[in-house]
C-alpha cells in the first residue's frame, strides 16, 4: 500500500463547477505540499500547511493531522486551473513524500 | 517564477554515458533537493543537501552523486546512464527557517 493515496486519479469538471481532491497518508508527518504541475512539466508549490486551512485566491487547502488527510478546493474552476495536482506530505520536516497526482481538466 | 533555476533545460544521451545537471537555489536558502520523475515511478526524493553537508538521502541509485559548493549551488551527477534513467529531474530550495520547497523548472533527461 502506498503511503500517500489521492482521489480521483482523474477529474473532468465544467468551468465553474466545485473541485475536491483528497489526499490520505499514512506516515507521521510535520506539514504537508500542495503542488501543481502543467503539461510542460514545471512544478509549482501551492500550499504548504500544518494545520487547519489556507486559502488563496480561488484555491483552499485543508488538513486533518489527527486523521491523516488533507484536501485541495478549486472554486470557480477554470480552464487554466487544468493541471495535474500532487499530494506531497513533509516526514522528518525534509523529506517530499509524493502522491501518485490527480489530472484535472476544466472544460469551458 | 520560483527563484530556482536549473540547468541545461532538456539533454540528450546515450547509455553508458555520464551528465550533470546544475542547480541554483533561491538566494538565501541553504538546503537543495532533488527529485526523479519517472513515468513508472513517479516523483521520488533523491538526496538534500544543507549548506555544503548532505543532510539526507533518498532511493539514489549507486550511479548517481551529488553536491553542494560553497556558493550553495548544486551539481547532480548521473554515469553509466541507462534507458531507465530517462526522466525529468528537479531540484527545489528551502529557507533555513522553513520547511516550504519551491522547485525549479526541471532537467529532462532522454537516454538513448
Known amino acids: 500500500k502506498n503511503e500517500v493515496e489521492q482521489s480521483p486519479q482523474n477529474l473532468t469538471a465544467q468551468e465553474g463547477e466545485f473541485i475536491t481532491i483528497n489526499c490520505s497518508y499514512s506516515?507521521?508527518?510535520?506539514?504537508l505540499h500542495w503542488l501543481q504541475q502543467h503539461p510542460g512539466g514545471g512544478i509549482v508549490s501551492l500550499f504548504m500547511?500544518?494545520?487547519g486551512k489556507k486559502k488563496h485566491g480561488r484555491l483552499i487547502a485543508t488538513i486533518n493531522i489527527q486523521e491523516k488527510h488533507s484536501s485541495l478546493h478549486i472554486t470557480a474552476s477554470h480552464p487554466r486551473d487544468s493541471a495535474v495536482y500532487i499530494c506531497?506530505?513533509?516526514?522528518?520536516?525534509?523529506?517530499?513524500?509524493f502522491g501518485t497526482g490527480t489530472r484535472l481538466q476544466v472544460f469551458p | 517564477d520560483s527563484g530556482v533555476t536549473q540547468t541545461p533545460k532538456h539533454l540528450i544521451t546515450a547509455t553508458g554515458q555520464r551528465v550533470t545537471l546544475r542547480c541554483s537555489p533561491r538566494?538565501?536558502?541553504?538546503?537543495v533537493y532533488w527529485y526523479q520523475q519517472s513515468l513508472d515511478q513517479g516523483l521520488q526524493f533523491l538526496i538534500q543537501?544543507?549548506?555544503?553537508?548532505?543532510?539526507a538521502k533518498g532511493n539514489i541509485l549507486e550511479r548517481f552523486s551529488a553536491q553542494q559548493f560553497p556558493d550553495l549551488h548544486s551539481e547532480l551527477n548521473l554515469s553509466s546512464l541507462e534507458l531507465g534513467d530517462s526522466a525529468l529531474y528537479f531540484c527545489?530550495?528551502?529557507?533555513?527557517?522553513?520547511?516550504?520547497?519551491?522547485f525549479g523548472p526541471g532537467t529532462r533527461l532522454t537516454v538513448l
Open positions: 527545489a530550495s528551502s529557507a533555513p527557517w522553513g520547511n516550504e520547497q519551491f
Open positions: 506516515v507521521g508527518i510535520s506539514a
Open positions: 500547511l500544518s494545520s
Open positions: 506531497a506530505p513533509l516526514v522528518n520536516t525534509d523529506k517530499l513524500i
Open positions: 538566494s538565501g536558502d541553504l538546503s
Open positions: 543537501y544543507y549548506n555544503g553537508e548532505e543532510r
